[in-house]
Nanobody, 116 residues
Framework: EVQLQASGGGFVQPGGSLRLSCVASGFDFSNSAMSWVRQAPGKEVEWVSDIFPGVGMAEYADSVRGRFIIFRHDDKNTFYLQMNNLQSTDTGVYYC?????????RGPGTLVTVSS
């Protein structure tokens, strides 16, 4: 059974940083592409970032490129989203997913609130 557990959300002021983690199990993580998506209050789910297996090539939504970094530790079956220079528009529930662009399986989300 595919299981994904995101953590690391919280409350942060604009300009601050957070690191989200997602622990995966139940599938071949090291050979799987993974992604992060988010959902702001009252809005649809938005793709944030993908990371490919192997050398870890990544892609980012325009809204986060240059501020967010996705990376993975295959030995820990974990991937991450380092979020820097957070803005109020980054507020939402963040979900990790197996597969690209939100994939086919998502875990429970973690709430990120950016506010002064």
């Amino acid at each position: 059974e595919v299981q994904l557990q995101a953590s690391g959300g919280g409350f942060v002021q604009p300009g601050g940083s957070l690191r989200l983690s997602c622990v995966a199990s139940g599938f071949d993580f090291s050979n799987s592409a993974m992604s992060w998506v988010r959902q702001a209050p009252g809005k649809e789910v938005e793709w944030v970032s993908d990371i490919f297996p192997g050398v870890g090539m990544a892609e980012y939504a325009d809204s986060v490129r240059g501020r967010f970094i996705i990376f993975r530790h295959d030995d820990k079956n974990t991937f991450y989203l380092q979020m820097n220079n957070l803005q109020s528009t980054d507020t939402g529930v963040y979900y990790c997913a197996k597969g690209l662009r939100g994939g086919d399986t998502r875990g429970p989300g973690t709430l990120v609130t950016v506010s002064s």
